[in-house]
């Protein structure tokens, strides 16, 4: 089974970008769909971005679009999150996940394994 690892979170200012990476650990993505989430203090864990690994696929947020963009390195096994102008909005834990389905990119419930999470924080 694959763990995913998240990393490159940080505190930023407003107006920054960002890439957060989600490196796979045991087994390669290969076969999965690779969702990254983000649950802000106070509120639910929220979907953001995913991918199927195996055909590119990718899918959003309507609130991110635009700002967020998801990818992948297939020799490094990692799938990668960028995030341009930032606002303290998004400041929140990211998790990056994984699991072996047809439909519900978008429900955390779907994806069997998560990262330990990654934090950003966005300053006015």
């Known amino acids: 089974q694959v763990q995913p690892v998240e990393s490159g979170g940080g505190l930023v200012q407003a107006g920054d970008s960002l890439r957060l990476s989600c490196a796979a650990s045991?087994?390669?993505?290969?076969?999965?769909?690779i969702g990254w989430f983000r649950q802000a203090p106070g509120k639910e864990r929220e979907f953001v971005a995913a991918?199927?690994?195996?055909?590119?696929?990718?899918y959003y947020a309507d609130s991110v679009k635009g700002r967020f963009t998801i990818s992948r390195d297939n020799a490094k096994n990692t799938v990668y999150l960028q995030i341009t102008s930032l606002r303290p909005e998004d400041t929140a834990v990211y998790y990056c996940?994984?699991?072996?389905?047809?439909?519900?990119?978008?429900?955390?419930?779907?994806?069997?394994?998560w990262g330990q999470g990654t934090q950003v924080t966005v300053s006015s």
């Open positions: 991918m199927r690994w195996n055909i590119g696929s990718t």
């Open positions: 045991g087994r390669t993505f290969s076969g999965y769909n």
């Open positions: 996940a994984a699991g072996v389905f047809i439909v519900g990119v978008t429900t955390a419930a779907r994806y069997n394994y």
